[in-house]
């Protein structure tokens, strides 16, 4: 995303632990049917015939070839399009992450018209590769001390017509289906940032266009004002057992957190990642096709994890990285071709869940029409039994 893990730590906060009962061990939700939740029509598509995945992905060196857009358009739901976007090919120092943004919505929307096509915005620090950013005041924003990071000053009324501006300029036109909200911390409620999304929706929506708002903060409840759902239609929460939430308590509550925002309704993007991220040592040391290996081997905590409280509209991105190279699909080893293998468990038949995850303290357990999830977040062990 915008900044490495540990670099921003306004962005790594956590809920606070869920109280256990002194038996710990007691039921929360039993087998029971799961009531789908008509989403608005211009949500992305949802089925539970495969694992539901969506994506926040870019290529900087270039734009996708064909096979990487006829891969990602058939399999996910939809796709935030990342910063840099084919700014590799531009003259450096006059990007325009916007002209990458528009060759990819293109493709895949030609490849796929229901294609959900969100555009990567940051909600909290300037980035100088965009064709918007040439009218950006730096007065708008505060340097943060001994980092490069120019953090927006959200309380400046014409920093938030700028940023609501620009964004709505690329979500107005036909390619473009929404706003991936980047860095928005939600520790509290802000009327500052509740406002940017709110004149955001009224200025798209004006021009007679219902966007899609996604943000990349904490699991809040839907109940919480500081989780924007009056205004946003969903969360991506990229904390999910990496860095320092990847305590039992945490872990459980964060899940907790995600199966109610989910059956509240809302869009989920529950971050999976196989043991490492795309900021540590091992990612810069090791072949590409060794970090494949590994995440091949290590999907099964994760998407358990994310089977247990998945609701309609909750999808998993699963991979290290945000790049072509990141593992959000598979590359063989010319890193040209796309591996129609990818990740197996993610090309299994699913169905539809058989009830809400049955809690036992620290284990999960449910079932879908072909298969049987079990989640020990304790001993931070899982299975999935494929039927």
């Not at 980047?182 to 999304?197: C, I, Q, S, T, V």
């Not at 999910?240 to 059956?263: E, N």
């Amino acid at each position: 995303m915008s900044d490495s893990f540990g670099a921003n730590p306004n962005r790594r906060g956590f809920l606070k632990t869920a109280a256990i009962s002194a038996a710990g061990a007691y039921l929360l939700a039993a087998e029971r049917p799961v009531a789908a939740v008509a989403g608005p029509s211009y949500f992305p598509a949802f089925s539970w015939d495969r694992v539901p995945v969506a994506a926040d992905v870019g290529k900087v060196t270039g734009n996708f070839n064909a096979g990487e857009i006829d891969f990602l358009s058939k399999n996910y739901a939809f796709l935030s399009i990342e910063k840099s976007q084919a700014t590799g090919l531009q003259p450096k120092g006059s990007e325009q992450t916007e002209i990458g943004f528009e060759v990819a919505a293109r493709a895949l929307k030609a490849a796929n018209p229901n294609t959900k096509i969100l555009f990567y915005w940051s909600g909290g620090a300037f980035h100088s590769n965009y064709a918007s950013a040439k009218s950006f005041d730096m007065s708008w924003g505060r340097s943060r001390p001994g980092s490069q990071i120019v953090a927006f000053d959200i309380t400046n009324p014409a920093f938030r017509n700028w940023w609501v501006d620009s964004a709505a300029t690329i979500v107005d036109t036909p390619l473009a289906d929404g706003i991936f909200v980047d860095g928005f911390n939600n520790f509290r409620y802000d009327p500052n940032k509740e406002a940017m999304l709110r004149a955001f929706r009224d200025h798209v929506t004006a021009q007679g266009k219902s966007p899609i708002i996604l943000y990349n903060g904490l699991p809040q409840s839907p109940s919480d004002p500081a989780s924007f759902f009056d205004v946003a239609d969903g969360l991506m929460y990229e904390q999910f057992d990496v860095g320092k939430a990847t305590g039992q308590d945490q872990v459980r509550s964060d899940m907790l957190a995600l199966q109610a925002i989910g059956k509240a309704g809302k869009i989920v993007m529950f971050r999976g990642f196989p043991g490492f991220t795309l900021s540590d040592p091992i990612v810069r040391t090791s072949p590409y096709s060794d970090l494949v290996a590994m995440a091949r081997k290590n999907i099964v905590f994760p998407l358990a994890c994310y089977l247990c409280v998945a609701g309609q509209y909750s999808y998993l991105q699963y991979s290290w990285g945000y790049s072509n190279l990141g593992g959000v699909y598979i590359l063989q080893a010319d890193q040209q071709t796309v591996d129609p293998a990818w990740y197996p468990e993610l090309l299994r038949p699913l169905g539809p869940p058989k009830g809400d995850a049955a809690v036992n303290g620290y284990v999960f357990t449910r079932s879908f029409e072909h298969a049987d999830v079990r989640v020990d977040v304790a001993a931070h062990t899982a299975s999935i039994n494929w039927h």
